[in-house]
């Protein structure tokens, strides 16, 4: 009889090209912690909706949160090829964890892209290693993909701005230590639009009951209400009426971010698909002795090694000044809807068990549906992609 478990059939590490000694020391670094502190408590703390704080301080601690930003203001100077390499290997222990880090990494954008030099001296070291937790408030609770209809206002009142309305599915929204937000300082549309940094103490914040969300229960989603914060015009970021484009810049490396994320979920589900197949025996035989289920296994590892190979060619062309953003949608689009059928896949490999809770299949599934839809649906994607082929369409 065939055994049960062969060395191919255990869940293997990723093989990963790298290209330096020290990213290969950051990946050993990034499995330590993922073995010791995030895999042994992922499914409790899922299951009771527990945010991982200490984690993110660990994180914060060793470099992990600073990794694409530079050395000078204490980011880990890593190229996008490597941060998202790590980002994925977050995401296959726990989601909440991989797409924390990327949110994080989104809401530092703009400081770090579009401050001044005093505002990055200021605030970048306490943000990328300091134990700080980020958020980035762009969307509202009638501007989701139109985005460049936000009605959060910001009004000068001498040096200071005074921020009123509400921002919507914000992730880290109530324990954020700050906020990257984007407010109306002019005329309709995306030209009326800046970039402000809100400390997450600062009077008049304050977020409501996070969401009740169908997965990623750890990670809290919540409304951000603005009720008159008062800002600084020295944590303005960027010129007035520039923050659009700041908001789109950002949603371009962050598109990179879920698709790495994306496909960690995706190897999570085959890994649990494989290992359940080889132990689970049917008519005498290992599930994954029957051509049906290998099948279904290669074409899974297929799409998997697909959706890398896509964010990581995205990730060296911003890693070379080069346009990237058709790629980032393609491959936000591509690796997203490939994590959504993986886990569907994985789920139906392992029968009833694949939908009960004893099982993480299920909760890979519940994950995956959120990334289709987080920092533009993947119908906004499409969207781009074509405008980049053929130009905005007539009207």
């Known amino acids: 009889m065939t055994p049960a478990v062969t060395p191919d059939t255990r869940p293997q590490p990723v093989r990963r090209t790298l290209p330096t000694e020290d990213a290969r020391d950051l990946l050993e670094l990034v499995r330590e ?10 499914d409790e703390e899922e299951a009771a909706a527990r945010f991982p704080r200490e984690t993110f301080r660990q ?10 930003y530079p050395e000078r203001y204490g980011g880990g100077g890593q190229p996008y090829e490597v941060y998202l390499q790590m980002l994925e290997e977050l995401a296959i222990a726990r989601l909440t964890v991989g797409l924390g880090v990327s949110v994080h990494t989104l809401a530092c954008h703009a400081l770090a892209g579009y401050g001044t030099e005093e505002q990055r001296a200021a605030h970048l070291p306490g943000m990328l290693g300091g134990g700080a937790l980020g958020a980035y408030c762009l969307s509202e609770p009638a501007s989701g993909s139109d985005a460049a209809a936000l009605r959060t206002r910001a009004v000068r009142e001498g040096d200071s701005w005074v921020l009123t309305g509400t921002k919507a599915w914000i992730t880290h929204g109530g324990i ?47 409304q951000v209400h603005l009720d008159g914060v008062r800002v600084p015009d020295a944590r303005r970021i960027g010129d007035e ?41 049917q008519f005498g035989r290992p599930v994954l002795d029957f051509q049906g289920p290998r099948f279904m296994l290669a074409d899974m590892a297929t799409q998997i090694e697909a959706g890398r ?14 346009p990237f953003s058709r790629q980032a949608a393609m491959a936000k689009l591509f690796c997203t809807d490939t994590a959504m059928r993986v886990t569907t ?47 905005p369409p007539t009207r």
């Open 309 to 322: 190979a896509l964010y990581l060619a995205a990730a060296r062309l911003r890693d070379a000044g080069e």
């Open 176 to 222: 954020a230590d700050f906020y990257t937000v984007f407010a109306r300082t002019g005329e309709d549309g995306p030209r009326g639009i800046t970039a402000f940094l809100v400390p997450g103490d600062a009077p008049g914040l304050a977020a409501a009951p996070p969401e009740r969300k169908m997965g990623l229960a750890g990670s809290p989603t919540a």
């Open 33 to 42: 912690l993922i073995r010791k502190e995030i895999v042994p408590v992922a």
């Open 59 to 68: 994180l914060s601690g060793t470099g992990l949160l600073s990794l694409p």
């Open 345 to 391: 896949d994985a789920v139906q490999l392992m029968g009833g068990y694949g939908y009960t809770a004893d099982f993480p299949a299920e909760r890979y599934l519940r994950e995956a549906k959120v990334l289709q839809i987080v920092e533009g649906t993947n119908q906004i994607q499409r969207m781009v992609i074509a405008r980049h082929m053929a130009g």
């Open 241 to 281: 009426g520039q923050g659009f484009a700041i908001a789109l810049d950002a949603l371009d490396s962050g598109r990179l971010g879920i698709a790495a994320c994306a496909v960690g979920v995706a190897q999570a589900a085959l890994d649990t698909a494989l290992w359940f197949t080889a132990e689970r025996h």
